[in-house]
């Protein structure tokens, strides 16, 4: 018999954890599995093939949301809760009274204070620690958060990686010469997008391409050199497009879980240059498939190199493919589908 499997996410809109839920019914095994899922508002989407939905509205969200959580709970054997801000808590409680099995991921460090954390968004640990202590299977995402993230949390000992859907973003197009820069990625404080247009003015015969939306966008598109262009947000398909121009992808935060567009400019054969501060020697190993620097002058002088090195970035392009392909959903679901058929 199929075991039953209730995503709790929006499939049809743009999210990180939309975007990963809809990969996973998409290449769960349906010989194993029977995957049903949720579709917010009259947005549309096509159809995936043996999943099922339940309608969330916009305009009635919160009563519709909490029926739709509870209609998923009681139709399966097994509920993945990703976002953990519109999953009505009634539904953990639901779920624990009919003896259903339940598994989320932590995607960032919920204890690091230095930004607005988990604990901030729960108003206070007590409260963070009460939702979650109904949920016995915790994955963090990488090693770096199982072993840093807990603040009275028990997380899980190994991760439970979430991947990249590589055909959507495989140009099979390996990069030679540094021309374009690009960071993905909202424009705000944490972000560090200065140092960003600190490196445009060093690097004028480079264009830094800079796409995303954030508080500090206006501020920072009047200061910013006439190399450093701003493509606003953009969709799917226009990054994919737009990767094909882009030679290597930078993100200078140093708070992080695993971020998606590693792995999606990744599959684009770009590597990347990211600080150390959130773990990302795990999976980047530097000089082979992109770049991990501990400050602002290293991230310069590993710009000098790649440009006095044409081969460095070459030999990092394709090491950034094989990244992607270690990572493709395809391959990794494997590893998603022996943790549900193990959990607690």
Not at 260 to 289: F, Q, R
Request: include cysteine; charge should be positive; glycine fraction near 4%.
């Amino acid at each position: 018999m199929k075991k039953k499997i209730f995503l709790g996410a929006y499939i049809n809109h743009i999210n990180a954890q939309n975007i990963n839920c809809r990969s996973i019914a998409t290449h769960l095994d349906k010989n194993k599995y029977s995957v049903k899922t949720l579709l917010l508002g009259n947005k549309s989407i096509e159809d995936l093939k043996e999943v099922s939905y339940i309608n969330v509205s916009q305009s009635v969200f919160r009563l519709s949301n909490t029926f739709a959580f509870l209609r998923g709970v009681l139709w399966a054997d097994i509920c993945y809760f990703p976002k953990h801000h519109s999953t009505p808590k009634i539904a953990l409680i639901f779920a624990k009274i009919f003896n259903k099995k339940i598994f989320t991921t932590i995607e960032g460090n919920m204890c690091d204070r230095s930004i607005k954390s988990m604990i901030d968004s729960f108003n206070g640990i007590d409260n963070m620690v009460s939702y979650f202590r109904f949920i016995p299977n915790i994955f963090g995402i990488t090693k770096h958060l199982c072993s840093r993230s807990n603040c009275g949390v028990r997380i899980e000992k190994n991760p439970l990686y979430l991947g990249v859907e590589q055909s959507l973003f495989n140009n099979s197009n390996l990069k030679y010469k540094l021309n374009n820069i690009v960071f993905v990625g909202s424009i705000v404080e944490r972000k560090r997008v200065h140092e960003i247009l600190e490196l445009a003015e060093n690097f004028d015969n480079i264009i830094f391409n800079i796409i995303g939306d954030g508080d500090l966008r206006i501020s920072f598109e009047n200061i910013a050199s006439e190399n450093v262009v701003f493509h606003g947000t953009l969709t799917h398909d226009e990054l994919s497009t737009l990767f094909k121009d882009m030679d290597l992808n930078i993100l200078l935060s140093k708070s992080e879980g695993f971020p998606k567009v590693i792995l999606e400019a990744a599959a684009s054969g770009i590597p990347s240059i990211v600080y150390c501060d959130y773990g990302a020697s795990e999976w980047i190993a530097t000089n082979k498939n992109g770049f991990v620097v501990t400050s602002f002058n290293d991230v310069t002088n590993k710009i000098n190199q790649i440009i006095n090195n044409p081969n460095l970035l070459q030999n990092n392009s394709e090491g950034a493919l094989d990244l992607a392909k270690k990572f493709d959903w395809k391959n990794l679901i494997r590893n998603w589908e022996y943790e549900i058929d193990n959990l607690r």
